[in-house]
């Protein structure tokens, strides 16, 4: 009996590069928080609750949280 094939795991493409998205936004702003202006930490938590927000669009399949 040979084992089964492994499912893919990456079934939902634009989830997953909506995450990869929020990951990666996730890994600069730690690496440069400390240098940032005040202007630009705004800019990168509005970035994040936008990319949040697309994560909960995709994964639920409907609209935006309130």
């Known amino acids: 009996m040979s084992p ?3 499912a893919e795991r990456r079934h ?3 989830l997953r590069e ?3 998205d929020l990951l990666a936004h996730t890994r ?3 690496r440069r928080a400390k240098e940032m202006t005040p202007a630009e930490l ?3 938590q509005q970035r994040l ?3 949040a927000d697309e ?3 995709v994964a639920t399949g409907g609209a935006a949280p309130p």
């Open 4 to 6: 089964r094939p492994r």
């Open 12 to 14: 939902n493409r634009p």
């Open 18 to 20: 909506v995450l990869d």
């Open 28 to 30: 600069a702003l730690v």
């Open 42 to 44: 705004d800019y990168a």
């Open 49 to 51: 609750e936008w990319l």
């Open 55 to 57: 994560v909960w669009r």
